[in-house]
């Protein structure tokens, strides 16, 4: 199957935002990618105070256009993520995952905050204005079972593990490490996370701006199930397109039987 990651930037205006992504999935359309993949907030500027300001519900113009992106190119659209509004005043990072049809066939809340303050780094705290997620997110494809995570949730091996046991092939992780975060452990984690769960990981960033309030490190990724990196690009506007060969995933796990041989009677997962 092949997949494409997006790295496109993020800017004020939210209508821009959905026509850039619909750009970028109109330039690879020759390519006939099975899976595109967009950043996290690719839509919002990535600040805790714009969260609730561009939030909408579900079903809302960000997301149906989403799901007419989906249907015109006839792909499985992971559609990076937005701040969704519940009908009670909370506020979500949220995924929609959409079918070829423009079908809404998943959805993933963030689940772990990005609360941290790393001295003379990166200070952030969403839980300022979002409100977590609780459930890991799996959804069906006609190439088995696929997971999404939302950055920092990659931070949690048993997260990823979860989706695995799950029975997921592959796991889609929009996001957006920072200039602290980013060059000490982006590629590590996603190396880490394919190398545990013997799976193939995707992360999609958005393009860095230096001028944003919140610079992504970009470089978005993936990796395989023998921890290996497959392609990575910069920080620049791009786009990542893979071939990912799931037979090879098998045969990683039959001849080095991780999960066949996990005990799980001595862990607490």
Request: net charge negative.
């Amino acid at each position: 199957m092949k997949v494409a990651a997006i790295q496109m930037p993020t800017v004020k205006d939210k209508i821009q935002n959905i026509r850039t992504a619909g750009t970028y999935i109109e330039k690879i359309k020759a390519e006939n990618p099975d899976f595109v993949i967009l950043p996290e907030m690719f839509c919002c500027p990535y600040q805790t105070e714009n969260f609730p300001v561009y939030a909408e519900k579900e079903g809302g113009p960000s997301w149906q256009a989403m799901s007419d992106y989906a249907r015109k190119y006839h792909i499985y659209l992971i559609a990076g993520s937005m701040p969704e509004a519940d009908d009670v005043g909370n506020v979500y990072n949220t995924s929609y995952i959409f079918d070829r049809d423009g079908k809404q066939i998943g959805k993933h809340r963030k689940a772990h905050l990005f609360d941290i303050n790393v001295k003379n780094g990166q200070y952030f705290k969403e839980s300022d204005t979002l409100t977590s997620g609780d459930h890991a997110t799996v959804f069906d494809t006609e190439f088995g079972k696929m997971g999404v995570m939302i950055c920092y949730d990659i931070r949690f091996p048993e997260f990823a593990r979860t989706m695995e046991l799950d029975d997921a092939r592959m796991i889609f992780v929009p996001a957006a490490f920072n200039m602290t975060t980013g060059p000490a452990h982006w590629e590590l984690t996603f190396r880490a996370r394919a190398l545990d769960n013997q799976i193939y990981m995707l992360g999609c960033a958005p393009a860095r701006d230096t001028q944003a309030g919140y610079i992504s490190w970009g470089h978005s990724i993936v990796t395989d199930p023998w921890g290996r990196v497959m392609k990575q690009l910069d920080e620049k506007e791009g786009i990542l397109i893979e071939e990912i060969d799931l037979d090879r995933e098998d045969q990683i796990r039959e001849q080095l039987p991780l999960l066949k041989h996990r005990k799980s009677e001595m862990y607490h997962l």
